[in-house]
Nanobody, 122 residues
Framework: QVQLVESGGGSVQSGGSLRLSCIVY???????MGWFRQAPGKERERVAV????????DYADSVKGRFTISQDTVKKTVYLQMNSLTPEDTAMYYC????????????????WGRGTQVTVSS
């Protein structure tokens, strides 16, 4: 069984940065890992995904050039570096894992973390 635990959320001012971390507990390490977010009253949005076997990654248009997903498979940790944050980035951020990366880059996760809140003030 795989469990995902996020950390690193918080409150920042517009233009600031945060780095989210997601530790993967259990075995094996999912084929694809990603970050999703959901703001109040909005649908869940795929933010960034990365293939565990290599360096392939994909981003939502809204975060391209500002966010970077990375991973350390030895530490079983996935990161989301978020720069130039805006109030529109305010949401609950969820770490997710997927087997086989089916539908890449629009993978359907098999596992979800509980989320970490990111709040950006203007």
């Amino acid at each position: 069984q795989v469990q995902l635990v996020e950390s690193g959320g918080g409150s920042v001012q517009s233009g600031g940065s945060l780095r989210l971390s997601c530790i993967v507990y259990g075995y094996p390490y999912p084929d694809c890992m990603g970050w999703f977010r959901q703001a109040p009253g909005k649908e869940r949005e795929r933010v960034a995904v990365i293939q565990s076997s290599g360096s392939n990654s994909d981003y939502a248009d809204s975060v391209k050039g500002r966010f970077t997903i990375s991973q350390d498979t030895v530490k079983k940790t996935v990161y989301l570096q978020m720069n130039s944050l805006t109030p529109e980035d305010t949401a609950m951020y969820y770490c997710a894992g997927s087997w086989l990366c089916g539908g890449w880059p629009h993978v359907e996760p098999n596992y979800w973390g509980r989320g970490t809140q990111v709040t950006v003030s203007s």
